[in-house]
């Protein structure tokens, strides 16, 4: 079987996620690839371009912290340079919220 070539940028390993009638690489943050059902991490061909030097990154990379709106809390806003997540309920309905938008601006490359 021909190997299932991947590339992506993330400090991490991608995942197999294993559902019902489907299966998928979580990779990071909101980027997804749907692969054949039953698909293993033997299966792939991981090409990982984190470190690569000539990556050029709209956003500065880590995990920040945005204060809520009752000033007695934060939620994490995690960028990994090119998607901006934030753990707010607002993102997790709308996938977007004040947080990240804040973020884009403060925080460009």
């Not at 299932?4 to 390993?13: D, L, S």
């Not at 489907?22 to 299966?43: E, L, R």
């Amino acid at each position: 079987m021909n190997k299932i070539k991947v590339e992506y940028n993330a400090p991490w390993t991608p995942a197999i996620v294993n559902l019902i009638d489907k299966s998928y690489i979580a990779i990071s943050g909101c980027q997804n690839i749907n692969v054949p059902t039953g698909t293993t991490m033997d299966d792939l061909e991981l090409i990982n371009h984190w470190n690569d030097a000539t990556l050029i990154s709209n956003y500065k990379i880590g995990t920040f912290e945005s204060p809520n709106s009752k000033g007695n809390g934060f939620y994490s806003i995690v960028s990994d340079g090119e998607q901006v997540t934030c753990n707010c309920v607002g993102f997790g309905f709308k996938r977007k919220c004040r947080h990240v938008d804040e973020f884009k601006l403060n925080f460009k490359n």
